[in-house]
């Protein structure tokens, strides 16, 4: 249901492309929604 909040999947999907590219980043629940709505 949170993918077909278009807000929420954008927000979502900008904040995993800015703290993806840091070899180092935090895996935590919306770093793992990020991956599962790339997909």
Not at 6 to 31: C, H, I, K, M
Request: glycine content about 2%; aromatic content about 16%; some cysteine.
């Amino acid at each position: 249901a949170l993918y077909f909040c278009v807000p929420f999947r954008e927000q979502l999907l900008e904040y995993y492309a800015n703290n993806n590219n840091s070899g180092d980043a935090e895996e935590n629940l919306l770093t793992c929604l990020a991956d599962l709505f790339t997909q």
